[in-house]
C-alpha cells in the first residue's frame, strides 16, 4: 500500500528542515528536496556534464567536483541563469521523489505516511503530487535571522505566506520553540494516521 504522501514547504528560514527532522521522530518516512538536490550535484554525470558546460571550471572545487557555493553565485543574482539550473534539477528532483515513494510502496510493511520537503512546491504545480500539504511560516524577522539566503532572489519568485497557508491542508506559524513545533507535527501525524 502507498503511504500517505506529504508535502512541507513554506519561505526560506521557516523551519521546513526542522519540521521535516519532527516527521521522522514520529514515525515518517522522509527526504529533501535539497538532498536530492546536493546527491545529484555529487554523482549524476548528465547533470556535471551540463553544468560545466554553460559555467566552464569555474564551477569546480580542487579536486574537481561541484562546488554549490560556486554554482549558487553564479546564478542566485541571475534570474535567467537561476531558471536554467532549475529546468535542469527540478524534473530529476521530482522523479527521484516519485521513485522514493514508490520503493516505500512495495516494502513489506511501508510506512504510513511518506513526506517531501518541497521549497518551490506550489511554485512549480508540484502540490498536485500529494496527498496534503503542511506549510510551515515564520515572521520575517525571523526568517531573516535563520538564513543568509532570506531576501535573495529565490525569496522574490516565491508564493506569499498567506498564499500558500490559503492552499495548505496543515499550517504552522514557527516563531516557537522546537518542542511546539514537535508538539504541532505529532498532531499532524495523529490526524494523518487516524
Known sequence: MRPLAVAITGGIGAGKSEALAAFARHGAATVSSDEIVHRLLREDEDVRRQLVERFGDRILDDVGQLDRGAIAQLVFGDRKQLDWLERLLHPRVTQEYLDWREQLGRLPNPPRVAVTEVPLLYEV??????????????????RAERSQAAGDL??????????KARRADFVYVNDGTLEELDAFVADVMRKLTA
Not at 508540484?126 to 515572521?139: L, M, Q, S, W, Y
Open 154 to 163: 529565490r525569496e522574490a519568485r516565491l508564493l506569499p505566506d498567506e498564499e
Open 125 to 142: 504545480g508540484g502540490d498536485e503530487r500529494f496527498d496534503k500539504v503542511v506549510v510551515i511560516t515564520a515572521p520575517p524577522e525571523l
